[in-house]
């Protein structure tokens, strides 16, 4: 099955008309992205863009031969008009399956807001499902019976969507997963493919012809990440960007609770608030038999909290017990942890803050604590696949 990506954009295309923000102001040449609309096998076009027959003629194609017009949502974008010679753009009604001359069948996917997924099978049985913007299937597919061999859908608008394909077996680890619907609230360029990539996803610009059911190399998701950066750099953010697409969770928060601190439960309530509601959450600093044990991926915030509280344990800030035996114990138990996620067959994604940046701590409890940490992080990094310092926002790799 032939797949033609005339357009990979959000609705109103990008960069938007008229828009000043930065992202717009840098998608310019192989960056400009209509309107996503598909061509299928050259007969059957999913979606409808600005220029239609002359974006399928950029690519090489012609619409003569389209026996179908389907649309996903409302367009809310610049208005369109059918180009001379094409059948009237219409719906399938939600579950019903509707069979093209060509040989393709194509099923309406309920969503869980406005608009229509479709479903195409070609003759030769190769499986597309096409999401519209903002939507993912409602309920959970529990009639699909195998992965589809391709899937295209608004990742970064709705991770979650992708998510619940996986958890049900939609996707799969050889589905190819390409992102369209693509508008100025994520950055263009190396950083829109790093951020999918980290969801095993990939983004093609216009025009692109992609062949369903070909082999293609689906990006390696890196098994453990580091992400390291200052205070209110968004080094959480990041990390929960990285484990949004996967469709179990396990985050593991190491600062615990502290009574009568009114702001810390506020800082804890807007991580859960930002989180996706099926994740679970575990408050504990006990790492080392959840690296052990098989389960689902595991984001543990942050290492810097879990090095205070071995400290506490082994009595580090008490110069005296520091040196009668207390460093070696915390260097045992950093050893266990660096151990343990050698060791581990889990996803694991974990925070740390970059300290040492700036003023040297006035007590010798402040440097302690600084160069243990930096051990800490450099021993977690030699263990990571992928190793991210996030400043000012922006995420730089380092390892990966």
Known sequence: MELTLLGTGAPLGLPRPDCPCAVCALSRGPRVR???????????????????????????????????????????????????????????????????????????????????????????????????????????????????????ADVTGRPDALARLRATGAVGPATDVIAVHLDHDVPTGTELDRRLAAAGARAVPDGTTLYVGEYHEVPDVPRRTLVTGGARSGKSVEAERRLETFPEVLYVATGGTREGDPEWAERVGLHRERRPGSWRTAETCDLVPLLEEDGPALLVDCLSLWLTDAMDRVGAWDDERWADGGQAALRERTAELVAAVRATRRTVVAVTNEVGSGVVPATAAGRRFRDELGRLNAAFADECEEVLLVVAGQALVLRG
């Open 34 to 152: 209509a309107a996503t609309a598909l061509l299928v096998d050259g007969a059957l076009l999913l979606d409808l863009t600005p220029g239609a027959a002359l974006a399928a003629a950029r690519s090489g194609h012609s619409l003569v031969g389209v026996r179908q017009v389907l649309l996903t949502h409302p367009h809310d974008g610049p208005a369109v008009e059918v180009p001379a010679g094409l059948p009237s753009a219409g719906r399938v009604p939600d579950g019903r399956e509707l069979t093209l001359i060509s040989g393709h069948r194509v099923r309406a996917v309920p969503m869980d807001s406005p608009g229509t997924g479709y479903e195409v099978t070609s003759a030769d049985g190769e499986t597309l499902l096409y999401l519209p913007p903002g939507g993912s299937p409602a309920g959970l597919m529990d009639d699909h019976r195998a992965p589809y061999d391709m899937v295209v």
